[in-house]
């Protein structure tokens, strides 16, 4: 089994243009569940079943063994007497989270806009157009959000903040709904991805960090309307 490292690993650089985990060929029991949970396949409160894993990945048990301890170490499985159900996080912690992103995300677009290259600018602005389409896809939407934020991510050049945004993001994997599948929420979204990009564009550091972390508060506060509206509502 390949072990894709998952802690901060500031002492376990990977050599300079490597891909920090190619699914391709990394792929392991861990990541396949984690995966999972995070396209919503298992939602919070489901169980994760061994032999059930298993046979859904073609991965024999005792690796799914293993990625269950360590998902459960890191706070995304948690037990219900002696089954292992996906975690969700609480009103606290979910506001706790959302503090820590904003912060690490700000910082990611402040470090953006001083380093990010032309071909970077260039793709972010054609991420951008292309999600204009799936304005009325929320869970396509979302998928390209996070490929936009990740994107983000590596054009602030520092491989410290990606990797604690990486953690912050995999925590994220535990909301059940999307926030982008709110009345208007993604034609909003669009345009604040378009005001960051901009701001990047220009070098403007203080408006790139603004303009994300309004971005994250605006869809912190759309979260928290779902959440008052039907507490019990699923992905859709
Ligand atoms: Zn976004």
């Known amino acids: 089994m390949v072990v894709i490292e998952d802690d901060p690993g500031f002492f376990r650089m990977r050599p300079k243009g490597k891909a920090m985990s190619d699914p391709k060929t990394l792929k392991d029991a861990y990541s396949l569940i984690l995966e999972a949970i995070d396209v919503g396949i298992y ?24 990625a269950l301890q360590r998902l459960e170490t890191q706070s995304l499985l948690s037990r219900d007497g002696r089954s292992l159900i996906v975690a969700s996080l609480d009103h606290n912690q979910l506001a706790e989270l959302y503090v820590v992103r904003s912060a690490l995300e700000g910082l990611a677009a402040r470090l953006a806009a001083r380093h990010a290259t032309e071909e970077e600018v260039r793709l972010l602005r054609i991420m951008v157009q292309e999600d204009r389409a799936l304005v009325e896809k929320p869970q396509a939407l979302s998928r390209a959000n996070k490929r936009f934020h990740k994107q983000i991510h590596l054009a602030s050049h520092n491989r410290y903040l990606v990797q604690q945004l990486d953690l912050v993001h995999r925590s994220m994997a535990l909301l059940a709904t999307t926030s982008l599948s709110f009345a208007g929420r ?23 960090a603004r303009a994300l972390k309004d971005h994250i508060s605006r869809a912190f506060e759309t979260r928290l309307r779902q959440d008052s509206m039907s507490p019990e509502r699923q992905s859709i």
């Open 43 to 66: 939602k919070p409160g489901d169980r994760l079943v061994e032999s059930e894993l298993a046979e859904r990945f073609g991965v024999s048990r005792t690796p799914i063994r293993e």
């Open 186 to 208: 993604g034609r909003q979204t669009i345009e604040e991805h378009d005001a960051i990009v901009e701001a990047i564009a220009a070098g403007d550091g203080d408006a790139a």
